[in-house]
């Protein structure tokens, strides 16, 4: 590495979090948090922003899973690693994007696999955060009015998706997922507070720490519970509304829910 790893370690249990926390020291990272809960990772990961979490699934209160689940898309580090003694969990910690899954007990040469696949996921994030970067401050530069289209790159090519064509922003862990009018998706590298700022508030409108809708492809808003509520789209797609934007997107619609 040529730059140390900043990393916060979650375990309920001391020995195995001091343990994890001494053994990512002596492979070069810098463990700027060790949490014994949910709780105090929450804060930790907000105020420290770590290029790496390792976390333990199965913990009282708020699990590994609630943990990730608290956070704004944003504020997810680049690299999610699970380590934990339950094998059981797996497959749900891949389908919320975590790098490595890593069980306990663990070699060294596990770990050092994990914090190598680490390295290389935060040094691809640091470029195409540097990359987004200028390309943002050109675009604000000329044109500082709300977009008008997408770029989505790959790696061979750009996609240019008209602003007009999107019915909702989905975040994807570090990406976002445009949700097209047609039913297509496109996953696009860039950040859901960023979006937001730069989106048209007369015509899109944040639902959910992971949803942005367009307006004017609001269809219903169904209340499921207390805390819960579900916006139907023109499409069909169902996006979730938060609790406490609700009053301001009644007000948007001139509706009283």
Same mark, same amino acid.
């Given at each position: &590495?040529?730059?140390?790893?900043? $990393?916060?370690?979650?375990?309920?249990?001391?020995?195995?979090?001091?343990?994890?926390?001494?053994?990512? %020291?002596?492979?070069?990272?810098?463990?700027?948090?060790?949490?014994?809960?949910?709780?105090?990772?929450?804060?930790?990961?907000?105020?420290?922003?770590?290029?790496?979490?390792?976390?333990?699934?199965? &913990?009282?209160?708020?699990?590994?899973?609630?943990?990730?689940?608290?956070?704004?898309?944003?504020?997810?580090?680049? $690299?999610?690693?699970?380590?934990? !003694?339950?094998?059981?969990?797996?497959?749900? !910690?891949?389908?919320?994007?975590?790098?490595?899954?890593?069980?306990? +007990?663990?070699?060294?040469?596990?770990?050092?696999? %994990?914090?190598?696949?680490?390295?290389?996921?935060?040094?691809?994030?640091?470029?195409?955060?540097?990359?987004?970067?200028? $390309?943002?401050?050109?675009?604000?530069? %000329?044109?500082?009015?709300?977009?008008?289209?997408?770029?989505? @790159?790959?790696?061979?090519?750009?996609?240019?998706? +008209?602003?007009?064509?999107?019915?909702?922003?989905?975040?994807?862990?570090?990406?976002?997922?445009?949700?097209?009018?047609?039913?297509?998706?496109?996953? &696009?590298?860039?950040? &859901?507070?960023?979006?937001?700022?730069?989106?048209?508030?007369?015509?899109?409108?944040?639902?959910?720490?992971?949803?942005?809708?367009?307006?004017?492809?609001?269809?219903?808003?169904?209340?499921?519970?207390?805390?819960?509520?579900?916006?139907?789209?023109?499409?069909?797609?169902?996006?979730?509304?938060? @609790?406490?934007?609700?009053?301001?997107? !009644?007000?948007?619609?001139?509706?009283?829910?």
């Amino acid at each position: &590495m040529s730059f140390p790893l900043t $990393a916060i370690v979650v375990d309920d249990e001391l020995p195995a979090r001091e343990g994890l926390a001494a053994d990512l %020291a002596a492979l070069g990272l810098d463990v700027i948090a060790k949490c014994p809960d949910g709780r105090a990772a929450q804060d930790a990961i907000r105020r420290h922003r770590p290029d790496v979490l390792f976390v333990d699934v199965e &913990m009282p209160e708020i699990d590994g899973f609630a943990l990730l689940e608290s956070l704004e898309p944003e504020q997810l580090p680049p $690299a999610i690693v699970f380590v934990t !003694a339950y094998d059981e969990h797996a497959l749900r !910690a891949f389908e919320v994007r975590a790098l490595d899954y890593v069980l306990k +007990p663990f070699s060294v040469e596990r770990l050092r696999t %994990a914090v190598e696949r680490a390295d290389q996921r935060v040094r691809e994030a640091k470029a195409l955060d540097a990359k987004i970067g200028h $390309a943002d401050a050109a675009e604000a530069s %000329a044109t500082p009015q709300y977009l008008t289209r997408f770029v989505v @790159r790959s790696h061979d090519e750009s996609i240019v998706v +008209p602003v007009s064509e999107v019915d909702w922003i989905e975040a994807d862990t570090y990406y976002v997922r445009l949700h097209l009018s047609d039913g297509r998706s496109r996953l &696009m590298r860039d950040r &859901m507070a960023v979006l937001e700022t730069r989106l048209d508030p007369k015509t899109f409108f944040r639902t959910h720490r992971s949803a942005i809708v367009r307006l004017d492809r609001i269809r219903s808003v169904k209340t499921l519970s207390r805390y819960e509520h579900t916006i139907t789209l023109a499409s069909g797609a169902r996006v979730p509304l938060s @609790r406490d934007r609700k009053t301001r997107l !009644a007000s948007l619609l001139g509706r009283n829910w």
